[in-house]
């Protein structure tokens, strides 16, 4: 089972993947936690690329670049995983790609990146998408205690639109995505997380899977 985490910068998307990797393991079950960009010694390396400030990269540049390191991601290890039977959380996936390169820089069509991202992933689709929303500007108060990468460089109106695309995915695919309310404590967003996926794990596995098990 494939899970992904998607948001602007800031919306809380790792916190609640730690969360919910830590809740699994306390319920036996095998988890592998992924981010994107990264994961692979390949996907660490273009990662550097793309957030180093110095860098100017041009937005298809950009997307050739997110894709690469994904493409290497699913080879490496999100399909080994996979076929070993764990969940796989993953900390971004194509979505953010849509979000940010089509909806933020206006790069291609959505209808141009759902097939591309069909290309770069081999068809690997997440069964379940949580959806952080946090209004930009509680993002970047969020974001202040750590310094601005090349991409959080860009303004509130990339942010906003960023936010917007989400928001329409999250529309158009209602049955892969649950758009949660991101500014409630970490704690109750979690909650809301586990209560969803625990019933789509035990249909998976065909037998009952205990919801005593607890983060940390
Ligand atoms: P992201 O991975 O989406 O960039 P993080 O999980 O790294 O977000 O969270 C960004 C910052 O906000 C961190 O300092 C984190 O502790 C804090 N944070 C995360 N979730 C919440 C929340 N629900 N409410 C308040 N602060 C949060
Ligand atoms: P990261 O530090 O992982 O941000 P966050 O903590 O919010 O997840 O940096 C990843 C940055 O790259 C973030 O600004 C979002 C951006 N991004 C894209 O623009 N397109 C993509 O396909 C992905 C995976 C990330």
């Known amino acids: ?52 400030p110095a860098l100017h990269i041009v937005p298809f540049a950009e997307l050739l670049l997110f894709s690469a390191a994904r493409a290497q991601l699913v080879a490496e290890r999100i399909r080994p995983a996979l076929e070993a039977g764990q969940v796989v959380l993953c900390d971004r996936f194509y979505d953010s790609s849509t979000a940010y390169q089509g909806g933020g820089h206006r790069v291609e069509s959505l209808a141009w990146l759902r097939d591309f991202h069909a290309r770069v992933t081999g068809g690997l689709r997440p069964d379940r998408t949580y959806l952080l929303d946090v209004p930009p500007a509680v993002a970047r108060r969020r974001r202040s205690d750590r310094g601005t ?56 596995r065909g037998t009952p899977v205990s919801g005593s098990g607890s983060p940390g």
């Open 149 to 204: 990468d090349r991409m959080e460089a860009a303004g509130e109106a990339f942010f906003e639109r960023v936010a917007t695309t989400y928001a329409r995915l999250a529309e158009d695919e209602p049955e892969r995505f649950l758009h949660l309310d991101g500014t409630r404590p970490p704690e109750a967003v979690h909650a809301q997380i586990w209560a969803d996926l625990l019933p789509r794990l035990a249909d998976r």
């Open 1 to 52: 089972m494939l899970v992904s985490f998607e948001g602007i910068d800031g919306s809380g998307k790792s916190t609640q993947a730690r969360l919910l990797a830590a809740r699994l393991e306390a319920a036996g079950i095998p988890v592998l936690l992924v981010r994107e960009p990264g994961g692979t010694a390949l996907s660490e390396r273009v990662r550097a690329l793309l957030l180093d």
